[in-house]
């Protein structure tokens, strides 16, 4: 709520509205990792020798995020787990009243591992999983075994029972015919979330996009997801289902349930078991009233990126440095940037996000926007669906 307030009053009333700093800061915490996935946004890999924050330069970054008010803090990489200190970081942001999540490729979550980040105060952990069968998996992950050892990590996590687990896959023209079975296969492991990535045309990944689905495939999938996630949401337990990167994927529920039962900002539908368990149904009526206010692609308005070294992104995928929090404070970046306030002016949508009735629910992906057209406010080349008819 003070995030919201400071948004008001240092950008005015608008829709959608920005706060006063990211409520939501995804960290690089290393740039190592020990695989080579293909899809790999920050071309992380084993010899990877970009540079990175020492400990104590990490808990001067982690206590200004606390300070500024940012109030989940996702540790990702590279495999955060590579770094000795993920734990005491971890520990920092906690006690720093953060809200920590990890996103891992979960092929070193031993059961050690797990009991460990959640006596630090890991509350949602992330690993991906990209098929129902190792061939598939093994294959954009770019190492054999990799499947067996994520299971494992999967299962490990489960054991212990944090407040979250998720599954993530990333659908590409190999696996888009196992994303059922890959569902499946996360409930039955225990994941209680699912994330449905796209590929991103960033690091390794720009070099990947030959294995995008085609539109038809893309909907068809969407639509297998919003079903699995309906049908959560009316139960009242089970997996539920969301996409990122795909921020149309909140028209696809709009539509199919009349604007009664969809996501918002990716994230966020108001039916998630956390908020559940705190504020009851009312929680899921407020997220429906609110949905153009902060709806869509969140960069500039809730969310930013963070690398290894402490420059503050747009977005994760986005290499482009709005500043350093070792040098800057986290709110300074955030409210005076020109790139984030121009991106901020959703009024300035081009194309056919700018003639789309969904543009207030969704309008698209901000990144995909800027690399296919040089523009954060041009069309979204990545939506299956065109734009929508006022």
């Not at 990175?52 to 808990?59: M, P, V």
Request: glycine letters at 10%; one cysteine or more.
């Amino acid at each position: 709520m003070l995030g919201v307030i400071k948004g008001i009053a240092n950008f005015g009333i608008r829709y959608p509205q920005p706060t006063g700093a990211p409520i939501t800061i995804v960290w690089n915490f290393t740039n190592t990792c020990n695989l080579s996935c293909l899809h790999c946004h920050q071309d992380s890999s084993p010899m990877s020798s970009q540079p990175e924050l020492t400990t104590s330069q990490a808990f001067k970054v982690i206590d200004k995020m606390s300070d500024a008010g940012v109030a989940i803090l996702t540790f990702s990489g590279g495999e955060p787990l590579l770094r000795t200190d993920i734990y005491d970081a971890i520990k920092r942001a906690n006690d720093g009243g953060m809200l920590c999540t990890i996103a891992s490729n979960g092929t070193l979550m031993t059961p050690e591992v797990a009991n460990k980040l959640a006596k630090v105060g890991i509350k949602r952990v992330e690993i991906g999983l990209d098929g129902a069968v190792a061939e598939t998996h093994d294959f954009l992950r770019n190492k054999p075994g990799s499947f067996e050892a994520t299971i494992d990590g999967i299962r490990n996590c489960a054991d212990v029972g944090f407040d979250e687990l998720a599954a993530t896959m990333t659908l590409h023209s190999k696996n888009v015919n196992e994303l059922e079975e890959t569902m499946q296969l996360a409930e039955k492991l225990g994941a209680t979330r699912f994330y449905l990535n796209r590929l991103i045309p960033a690091g390794r990944g720009a070099e990947a996009c030959y294995l995008d689905v085609t539109p038809k495939e893309k909907i068809k999938a969407l639509h297998a997801l919003y079903n699995k996630f309906y049908k959560a949401v009316k139960k009242g337990f089970g997996m539920q289902c969301y996409a990122r990167g795909m921020t149309y994927y909140a028209r696809v529920g709009y539509e199919r349930s009349k604007g009664r039962i969809f996501t918002v900002s990716e994230a966020l539908s108001g039916y998630e078991g956390m908020f559940q368990d705190k504020f009851g149904l009312e929680v899921s009526k407020l997220v429906r009233e609110l949905a153009e206010g902060f709806g869509g692609c969140s960069v500039g308005l809730t969310y930013a990126g963070l690398t290894a070294s402490g420059d503050l992104l747009p977005c994760v995928p986005a290499p482009i440095k709005l500043g350093n929090l070792l040098e800057q404070n986290l709110e300074e970046i955030w409210v005076r940037s020109e790139l984030l306030n121009y991106v901020r002016n959703r009024k300035g949508l081009k194309g056919s996000c700018r003639k789309c009735a969904y543009n207030n629910l969704c309008g698209g992906c901000r990144y995909t926007a800027h690399v296919t057209h040089g523009d954060w406010l041009g069309p979204d080349v990545s939506c299956p669906f065109g734009p929508h008819n006022q």
